[in-house]
Protein backbone atom coordinates (compact mmCIF):
# COMPACT_ATOMS: atom_id res chain seq x y z
CA UNK A 1 0.00 0.00 0.00
CA UNK A 2 1.61 3.49 -1.14
CA UNK A 3 2.37 5.86 1.79
CA UNK A 4 0.39 9.02 1.74
CA UNK A 5 0.91 11.73 4.31
CA UNK A 6 2.48 14.99 4.57
CA UNK A 7 4.66 16.36 1.81
CA UNK A 8 5.63 19.40 2.77
CA UNK A 9 4.41 22.35 5.25
CA UNK A 10 4.89 26.51 5.55
CA UNK A 11 4.25 28.38 8.38
CA UNK A 12 3.09 32.26 7.86
CA UNK A 13 3.14 34.25 10.84
CA UNK A 14 1.25 37.24 11.54
CA UNK A 15 3.54 40.23 11.03
CA UNK A 16 3.07 41.98 14.57
CA UNK A 17 4.10 40.79 17.84
CA UNK A 18 3.20 42.16 21.52
CA UNK A 19 5.57 41.37 23.93
CA UNK A 20 2.97 39.67 27.21
CA UNK A 21 5.55 40.17 29.95
CA UNK A 22 7.13 42.86 28.54
CA UNK A 23 4.20 44.77 27.39
CA UNK A 24 0.81 42.67 28.41
CA UNK A 25 1.66 42.01 31.79
CA UNK A 26 2.30 45.81 32.99
CA UNK A 27 -0.87 47.10 31.38
CA UNK A 28 -2.67 44.40 33.29
CA UNK A 29 -1.17 45.31 36.94
CA UNK A 30 0.27 41.28 36.64
CA UNK A 31 3.35 39.62 37.76
CA UNK A 32 4.94 38.80 34.46
CA UNK A 33 5.45 35.15 35.20
CA UNK A 34 1.95 34.20 35.02
CA UNK A 35 2.41 34.57 31.60
CA UNK A 36 5.66 32.96 30.92
CA UNK A 37 5.97 30.17 33.49
CA UNK A 38 1.84 29.85 33.88
CA UNK A 39 0.52 29.87 30.52
CA UNK A 40 3.83 29.19 29.17
CA UNK A 41 3.75 32.04 26.47
CA UNK A 42 6.76 34.76 25.77
CA UNK A 43 4.75 36.81 22.62
CA UNK A 44 1.51 36.50 20.78
CA UNK A 45 1.21 36.93 16.78
CA UNK A 46 -1.00 39.22 15.61
CA UNK A 47 -2.15 39.64 11.54
CA UNK A 48 -1.31 44.06 10.41
CA UNK A 49 -3.95 46.07 9.29
CA UNK A 50 -3.44 44.83 5.22
CA UNK A 51 -3.85 41.02 7.09
CA UNK A 52 -6.06 38.23 7.85
CA UNK A 53 -6.91 34.82 7.34
CA UNK A 54 -7.40 34.63 3.48
CA UNK A 55 -3.85 36.65 3.26
CA UNK A 56 -2.22 34.23 5.76
CA UNK A 57 -3.69 31.19 3.87
CA UNK A 58 -2.62 32.32 0.32
CA UNK A 59 1.31 33.35 1.48
CA UNK A 60 1.68 30.39 3.56
CA UNK A 61 0.40 28.38 0.40
CA UNK A 62 2.53 30.21 -2.25
CA UNK A 63 5.49 29.87 -1.08
CA UNK A 64 5.11 26.36 -0.43
CA UNK A 65 4.01 25.97 -3.73
CA UNK A 66 7.30 27.86 -4.87
CA UNK A 67 9.94 25.73 -2.83
CA UNK A 68 8.22 22.60 -4.43
CA UNK A 69 7.76 24.27 -8.08
CA UNK A 70 4.14 23.40 -8.32
CA UNK A 71 1.91 25.02 -10.50
CA UNK A 72 -2.12 24.80 -10.18
CA UNK A 73 -2.63 22.14 -12.11
CA UNK A 74 -0.62 19.66 -9.54
CA UNK A 75 -3.49 20.18 -6.88
CA UNK A 76 -6.58 18.94 -7.03
CA UNK A 77 -7.88 19.83 -3.68
CA UNK A 78 -7.56 22.81 -1.46
CA UNK A 79 -9.62 22.36 1.98
CA UNK A 80 -9.22 25.21 4.28
CA UNK A 81 -9.66 24.94 8.23
CA UNK A 82 -10.87 27.96 9.91
CA UNK A 83 -13.02 28.94 12.56
CA UNK A 84 -12.16 32.30 11.80
CA UNK A 85 -14.54 32.67 8.43
CA UNK A 86 -15.93 35.74 7.73
CA UNK A 87 -18.79 34.25 4.96
CA UNK A 88 -21.21 31.73 6.11
CA UNK A 89 -21.48 30.51 2.55
CA UNK A 90 -18.39 31.04 0.27
CA UNK A 91 -15.49 28.79 1.68
CA UNK A 92 -11.90 30.53 2.41
CA UNK A 93 -10.16 28.17 -0.04
CA UNK A 94 -12.34 30.17 -2.95
CA UNK A 95 -10.16 33.28 -1.43
CA UNK A 96 -7.26 31.76 -1.22
CA UNK A 97 -7.55 30.01 -4.93
CA UNK A 98 -7.96 33.35 -6.39
CA UNK A 99 -5.12 35.06 -5.10
CA UNK A 100 -3.11 32.13 -6.21
CA UNK A 101 -4.40 32.47 -9.69
CA UNK A 102 -3.21 36.33 -9.33
CA UNK A 103 0.65 34.98 -9.96
CA UNK A 104 0.26 31.58 -11.67
CA UNK A 105 -0.87 31.27 -15.40
CA UNK A 106 -3.18 28.22 -14.57
CA UNK A 107 -6.32 28.07 -12.23
CA UNK A 108 -7.71 26.24 -9.59
CA UNK A 109 -11.18 25.60 -11.80
CA UNK A 110 -10.58 22.04 -11.71
CA UNK A 111 -9.69 21.52 -7.71
CA UNK A 112 -12.52 20.66 -5.06
CA UNK A 113 -12.30 23.51 -2.75
CA UNK A 114 -13.97 22.94 0.87
CA UNK A 115 -14.03 24.81 4.18
CA UNK A 116 -14.05 22.57 7.45
CA UNK A 117 -15.15 23.74 11.03
CA UNK A 118 -14.92 22.13 13.99
CA UNK A 119 -13.28 24.42 16.28
CA UNK A 120 -9.63 23.51 16.32
CA UNK A 121 -9.14 19.75 15.43
CA UNK A 122 -10.72 20.98 11.73
CA UNK A 123 -7.41 21.11 10.85
CA UNK A 124 -7.09 17.72 11.00
CA UNK A 125 -10.18 16.81 10.05
CA UNK A 126 -8.98 18.10 6.49
CA UNK A 127 -6.02 16.48 6.79
CA UNK A 128 -7.95 12.89 7.12
CA UNK A 129 -10.45 14.43 4.55
CA UNK A 130 -7.22 15.03 2.13
CA UNK A 131 -6.01 11.52 2.97
CA UNK A 132 -9.14 9.62 2.57
CA UNK A 133 -9.34 11.46 -0.97
CA UNK A 134 -5.83 10.01 -2.24
CA UNK A 135 -6.88 6.29 -0.59
CA UNK A 136 -9.77 6.04 -1.85
CA UNK A 137 -8.04 7.31 -5.93
CA UNK A 138 -10.06 10.22 -6.64
CA UNK A 139 -6.76 12.43 -6.72
CA UNK A 140 -5.92 11.81 -10.83
CA UNK A 141 -2.37 11.80 -9.11
CA UNK A 142 -3.22 15.25 -8.17
CA UNK A 143 -2.07 16.35 -4.69
CA UNK A 144 -4.22 18.21 -2.33
CA UNK A 145 -3.51 21.40 -0.49
CA UNK A 146 -4.85 21.53 3.28
CA UNK A 147 -4.58 25.47 4.91
CA UNK A 148 -5.10 25.85 8.53
CA UNK A 149 -5.60 29.69 9.24
CA UNK A 150 -7.21 31.67 12.01
CA UNK A 151 -6.62 34.89 13.85
CA UNK A 152 -7.39 33.49 17.57
CA UNK A 153 -8.94 37.29 18.69
CA UNK A 154 -10.53 37.29 22.25
CA UNK A 155 -12.67 40.17 23.74
CA UNK A 156 -11.04 42.51 24.95
CA UNK A 157 -10.76 42.03 29.09
CA UNK A 158 -11.59 38.30 28.44
CA UNK A 159 -9.33 36.09 30.59
CA UNK A 160 -8.23 33.98 27.12
CA UNK A 161 -6.48 38.01 25.78
CA UNK A 162 -3.35 36.77 26.79
CA UNK A 163 -3.20 33.97 24.44
CA UNK A 164 -4.15 35.35 21.61
CA UNK A 165 -2.58 34.55 18.02
CA UNK A 166 -2.74 34.55 14.44
CA UNK A 167 -1.01 32.79 11.34
CA UNK A 168 -1.45 30.06 8.99
CA UNK A 169 -0.16 26.62 8.22
CA UNK A 170 -0.07 25.03 4.62
CA UNK A 171 0.60 21.40 4.45
CA UNK A 172 0.92 19.13 1.32
CA UNK A 173 -0.76 16.02 0.95
CA UNK A 174 0.74 13.33 -1.49
CA UNK A 175 1.55 9.67 -2.10
CA UNK A 176 5.38 8.94 -1.11
CA UNK A 177 5.56 11.70 1.17
CA UNK A 178 8.58 13.65 2.00
CA UNK A 179 7.86 14.50 5.88
CA UNK A 180 5.80 12.06 7.56
CA UNK A 181 3.30 9.03 6.78
CA UNK A 182 0.34 9.09 8.14
CA UNK A 183 -1.30 5.76 10.04
CA UNK A 184 -4.31 4.26 8.94
CA UNK A 185 -5.36 3.91 12.97
CA UNK A 186 -6.83 6.79 14.51
CA UNK A 187 -8.43 7.40 17.88
CA UNK A 188 -11.10 9.57 18.84
CA UNK A 189 -13.17 11.27 21.91
CA UNK A 190 -16.04 13.21 21.27
CA UNK A 191 -19.06 14.47 22.97
CA UNK A 192 -21.37 17.56 22.74
CA UNK A 193 -19.99 20.24 25.01
CA UNK A 194 -20.20 24.23 25.77
CA UNK A 195 -16.74 24.73 26.70
CA UNK A 196 -16.17 27.18 24.01
CA UNK A 197 -18.28 28.36 21.45
CA UNK A 198 -19.16 31.02 18.96
CA UNK A 199 -23.12 31.42 18.56
CA UNK A 200 -22.98 33.82 15.43
CA UNK A 201 -20.31 35.89 17.39
CA UNK A 202 -16.80 36.62 16.48
CA UNK A 203 -15.37 36.75 19.84
CA UNK A 204 -15.72 33.13 22.09
CA UNK A 205 -17.56 32.22 24.93
CA UNK A 206 -15.23 30.71 27.74
CA UNK A 207 -15.49 28.67 30.64
CA UNK A 208 -11.92 28.13 31.16
CA UNK A 209 -12.05 25.85 33.73
CA UNK A 210 -14.51 23.21 31.96
CA UNK A 211 -12.35 23.93 28.85
CA UNK A 212 -9.43 22.68 30.41
CA UNK A 213 -11.77 19.46 31.96
CA UNK A 214 -12.96 18.40 28.68
CA UNK A 215 -9.92 18.96 26.94
CA UNK A 216 -8.26 16.22 28.97
CA UNK A 217 -11.75 13.92 29.08
CA UNK A 218 -11.25 13.88 25.09
CA UNK A 219 -7.50 13.38 24.81
CA UNK A 220 -8.16 10.34 27.29
CA UNK A 221 -10.86 9.31 25.22
CA UNK A 222 -9.12 9.18 22.27
CA UNK A 223 -5.66 7.77 23.18
CA UNK A 224 -8.10 4.68 24.83
CA UNK A 225 -9.82 4.50 21.45
CA UNK A 226 -6.53 4.86 19.22
CA UNK A 227 -5.07 1.99 21.37
CA UNK A 228 -8.09 -0.17 21.02
CA UNK A 229 -7.01 -0.65 17.26
CA UNK A 230 -3.28 -0.01 17.10
CA UNK A 231 -2.10 -1.88 20.37
CA UNK A 232 -0.82 -0.45 23.60
CA UNK A 233 1.58 2.79 23.01
CA UNK A 234 4.63 2.79 25.02
CA UNK A 235 6.57 5.95 25.85
CA UNK A 236 9.56 4.68 24.33
CA UNK A 237 8.32 4.07 21.37
CA UNK A 238 7.02 7.99 20.41
CA UNK A 239 9.84 9.99 19.70
CA UNK A 240 7.59 13.52 19.69
CA UNK A 241 4.11 13.77 21.08
CA UNK A 242 2.44 17.22 19.80
CA UNK A 243 -0.68 18.00 21.06
CA UNK A 244 -3.80 20.54 20.47
CA UNK A 245 -1.44 23.87 21.94
CA UNK A 246 -3.59 26.72 22.92
CA UNK A 247 -0.83 27.65 25.84
CA UNK A 248 1.81 25.42 26.81
CA UNK A 249 0.69 25.19 30.05
CA UNK A 250 -2.62 23.15 28.98
CA UNK A 251 -0.43 20.36 27.21
CA UNK A 252 1.80 19.66 30.38
CA UNK A 253 -1.71 18.79 31.95
CA UNK A 254 -2.42 16.99 29.44
CA UNK A 255 0.93 15.06 28.71
CA UNK A 256 1.30 14.09 31.95
CA UNK A 257 -2.19 12.19 32.30
CA UNK A 258 -1.07 10.68 28.78
CA UNK A 259 2.22 9.40 30.43
CA UNK A 260 0.49 8.06 33.42
CA UNK A 261 -2.03 6.02 31.00
CA UNK A 262 1.22 4.54 28.50
CA UNK A 263 3.22 3.71 31.46
CA UNK A 264 0.60 2.04 33.54
CA UNK A 265 1.01 -1.87 33.62
CA UNK A 266 4.39 -1.52 32.52
CA UNK A 267 7.75 -2.09 33.60
CA UNK A 268 8.08 2.01 34.00
CA UNK A 269 5.37 1.65 35.90
CA UNK A 270 7.36 -1.05 38.25
CA UNK A 271 10.48 1.42 38.59
CA UNK A 272 8.52 4.33 39.18
CA UNK A 273 6.93 2.75 42.13
CA UNK A 274 10.05 2.08 44.14
CA UNK A 275 10.11 6.00 43.89
CA UNK A 276 6.37 6.79 44.43
CA UNK A 277 4.03 3.89 44.81
CA UNK A 278 2.03 2.31 41.68
CA UNK A 279 -0.80 3.96 39.98
CA UNK A 280 -4.05 4.10 42.08
CA UNK A 281 -6.74 1.64 40.69
CA UNK A 282 -10.49 2.93 41.02
CA UNK A 283 -11.81 -1.04 42.24
CA UNK A 284 -9.06 -0.28 45.32
CA UNK A 285 -11.40 2.69 46.84
CA UNK A 286 -14.57 2.75 48.29
CA UNK A 287 -15.54 6.18 46.57
CA UNK A 288 -14.79 8.09 43.91
CA UNK A 289 -13.12 11.01 45.78
CA UNK A 290 -11.29 8.84 47.66
CA UNK A 291 -9.72 7.64 44.03
CA UNK A 292 -8.95 10.72 42.79
CA UNK A 293 -7.31 12.53 45.34
CA UNK A 294 -5.02 9.27 45.23
CA UNK A 295 -4.50 10.21 42.14
CA UNK A 296 -3.83 13.55 42.94
CA UNK A 297 -1.24 12.76 44.97
CA UNK A 298 0.59 10.34 42.54
CA UNK A 299 0.30 12.77 39.80
CA UNK A 300 2.38 15.35 42.13
CA UNK A 301 4.69 13.01 43.09
CA UNK A 302 5.07 11.53 39.13
CA UNK A 303 6.08 15.49 37.76
CA UNK A 304 9.00 15.35 40.04
CA UNK A 305 10.77 12.11 38.84
CA UNK A 306 13.81 12.41 37.03
CA UNK A 307 12.23 9.81 34.68
CA UNK A 308 9.36 11.79 33.82
CA UNK A 309 11.11 15.33 33.51
CA UNK A 310 13.69 13.46 31.23
CA UNK A 311 10.37 11.96 28.53
CA UNK A 312 9.00 15.53 29.15
CA UNK A 313 11.61 17.51 28.05
CA UNK A 314 12.44 15.50 25.21
CA UNK A 315 9.22 14.30 23.95
CA UNK A 316 7.13 17.55 24.56
CA UNK A 317 9.23 20.27 25.30
CA UNK A 318 10.06 20.41 21.81
CA UNK A 319 6.86 20.90 20.24
CA UNK A 320 5.96 24.19 22.19
CA UNK A 321 9.26 25.98 20.96
CA UNK A 322 7.37 28.46 18.05
CA UNK A 323 4.11 28.22 19.70
CA UNK A 324 5.87 30.35 22.80
CA UNK A 325 6.56 32.72 20.73
CA UNK A 326 3.10 33.51 18.74
CA UNK A 327 0.18 32.31 20.83
CA UNK A 328 -2.91 30.21 20.11
CA UNK A 329 -3.41 29.48 16.22
CA UNK A 330 -6.81 27.33 16.53
CA UNK A 331 -6.77 25.12 13.82
CA UNK A 332 -3.11 25.49 13.03
CA UNK A 333 -1.74 24.75 16.21
CA UNK A 334 -1.52 20.90 16.44
CA UNK A 335 0.45 21.71 12.94
CA UNK A 336 2.66 23.81 14.86
CA UNK A 337 3.71 22.18 17.23
CA UNK A 338 4.69 19.29 14.66
CA UNK A 339 7.24 21.48 12.84
CA UNK A 340 8.45 22.75 15.91
CA UNK A 341 9.62 19.27 17.44
CA UNK A 342 11.25 18.40 13.79
CA UNK A 343 12.78 22.16 13.40
CA UNK A 344 14.21 21.24 16.82
CA UNK A 345 15.66 17.73 16.16
CA UNK A 346 17.39 19.06 12.68
CA UNK A 347 19.26 21.47 14.85
CA UNK A 348 19.78 18.76 16.68
CA UNK A 349 20.82 16.71 14.12
CA UNK A 350 18.54 14.06 15.17
CA UNK A 351 18.46 11.08 12.87
CA UNK A 352 14.50 10.35 12.98
CA UNK A 353 13.76 8.24 9.87
CA UNK A 354 11.49 5.96 10.71
CA UNK A 355 10.43 7.16 14.04
CA UNK A 356 6.99 7.56 15.00
CA UNK A 357 5.45 10.83 16.03
CA UNK A 358 2.10 10.24 18.28
CA UNK A 359 -0.36 13.50 17.11
CA UNK A 360 -3.24 14.72 19.81
CA UNK A 361 -5.54 16.88 18.51
CA UNK A 362 -8.44 18.84 19.87
CA UNK A 363 -11.08 21.20 19.13
CA UNK A 364 -13.79 22.67 21.88
CA UNK A 365 -17.45 21.58 21.57
CA UNK A 366 -15.67 18.59 21.56
CA UNK A 367 -13.60 16.27 19.85
CA UNK A 368 -9.70 14.52 20.29
CA UNK A 369 -7.78 12.57 17.55
CA UNK A 370 -4.97 10.68 18.06
CA UNK A 371 -3.35 9.19 14.86
CA UNK A 372 0.50 7.82 14.44
CA UNK A 373 2.88 9.16 12.16
CA UNK A 374 6.29 7.73 10.65
CA UNK A 375 9.19 10.12 9.74
CA UNK A 376 9.73 10.09 6.19
CA UNK A 377 13.14 10.36 3.95
CA UNK A 378 13.33 13.86 3.15
CA UNK A 379 12.46 14.89 6.64
CA UNK A 380 15.54 17.38 6.72
CA UNK A 381 15.29 18.77 3.93
CA UNK A 382 11.59 19.71 4.17
CA UNK A 383 12.01 21.32 7.45
CA UNK A 384 15.12 23.20 6.61
CA UNK A 385 13.34 25.38 4.20
CA UNK A 386 11.09 26.52 6.80
CA UNK A 387 12.04 30.36 7.20
CA UNK A 388 9.89 30.56 11.17
CA UNK A 389 12.84 31.84 12.89
CA UNK A 390 13.38 35.06 10.23
CA UNK A 391 9.64 36.28 10.39
CA UNK A 392 9.27 35.80 14.02
CA UNK A 393 12.42 38.08 14.13
CA UNK A 394 11.17 40.09 11.85
CA UNK A 395 7.91 40.67 13.52
CA UNK A 396 6.87 44.40 14.42
CA UNK A 397 6.87 44.60 18.24
CA UNK A 398 3.98 46.57 19.51
CA UNK A 399 3.40 49.53 22.24
CA UNK A 400 0.13 49.06 24.05
CA UNK A 401 -1.24 51.46 21.93
CA UNK A 402 -0.44 49.68 19.12
CA UNK A 403 -2.12 46.68 20.48
CA UNK A 404 -5.10 48.13 21.48
CA UNK A 405 -5.17 49.81 17.88
CA UNK A 406 -5.20 46.68 15.51
CA UNK A 407 -7.29 44.54 17.92
CA UNK A 408 -10.21 47.32 17.03
CA UNK A 409 -8.88 46.82 13.48
CA UNK A 410 -10.15 43.35 13.55
CA UNK A 411 -12.82 43.15 15.53
CA UNK A 412 -15.91 42.75 13.28
CA UNK A 413 -18.00 44.97 14.67
CA UNK A 414 -15.50 47.96 14.65
CA UNK A 415 -14.73 50.24 11.31
CA UNK A 416 -11.87 51.31 12.07
CA UNK A 417 -8.99 52.84 9.43
CA UNK A 418 -5.61 52.43 11.02
CA UNK A 419 -2.16 53.00 9.12
CA UNK A 420 -0.07 49.62 8.47
CA UNK A 421 2.68 49.29 11.12
CA UNK A 422 4.75 47.11 8.49
CA UNK A 423 5.50 47.27 4.95
CA UNK A 424 4.29 44.46 2.74
CA UNK A 425 6.53 42.80 0.17
CA UNK A 426 6.18 39.57 -1.98
CA UNK A 427 2.67 38.70 -0.26
CA UNK A 428 -0.90 38.82 -0.74
CA UNK A 429 -2.97 41.88 0.79
CA UNK A 430 -6.23 42.76 1.68
CA UNK A 431 -7.60 45.44 -0.64
CA UNK A 432 -10.50 46.99 0.29
CA UNK A 433 -14.31 45.57 -0.26
CA UNK A 434 -16.16 44.58 -3.54
CA UNK A 435 -20.15 45.74 -5.01
CA UNK A 436 -21.42 42.97 -2.87
CA UNK A 437 -19.63 43.20 0.45
CA UNK A 438 -16.83 40.95 -0.43
CA UNK A 439 -13.40 41.03 0.71
CA UNK A 440 -11.14 41.84 -2.49
CA UNK A 441 -7.10 41.14 -1.95
CA UNK A 442 -3.91 41.64 -4.29
CA UNK A 443 -0.43 40.70 -4.54
CA UNK A 444 2.03 43.31 -3.64
CA UNK A 445 5.61 42.62 -5.50
Known amino acids: MTAVGIDAVEIWTGNLKLDLPGTFAPQKGEDPEKYTKGLGLNASSFPDSYEDIVTMAANAAHRLMERKGLEPDDIGRIDVATESAFDNSKPVSTYVA ?9 DFHHANKGER ?71 YGSADETDFLKPNQQFPSVDGKRSVQ ?10 EDFESVAGDVHPDDVVFAPFHTPFPGMVRKAAMLAYRHVTRD ?47 AETIDPTLTI ?40 GSGAQAEIHAE ?16 EQLEDRYEMSWEDYEEIHDVHNHEMDVDVQEFTTPESEFVFDGWGRMGERKYRYVE
Request: proline share 1%; with cysteine; net charge negative.
Open 374 to 389: TIREGWEEEIGALNVD
Open 117 to 187: KFACIAGTQSLDDAYNWIRAGRNRGRAALVIATDTALYARGDAGEATQGAGAVAMLIDEDPNLVELSTEQG
Open 266 to 312: TAVEDELAEEIGRQPRAEAFDDDEAFREAVREYMDGLKRTERYQEWY
Open 98 to 106: GCLEQVYDG
Open 214 to 223: VYLARMREAL
Open 323 to 362: SREVGNWYTGSVHVARASALKYALEEGRDLVGETILVGSY
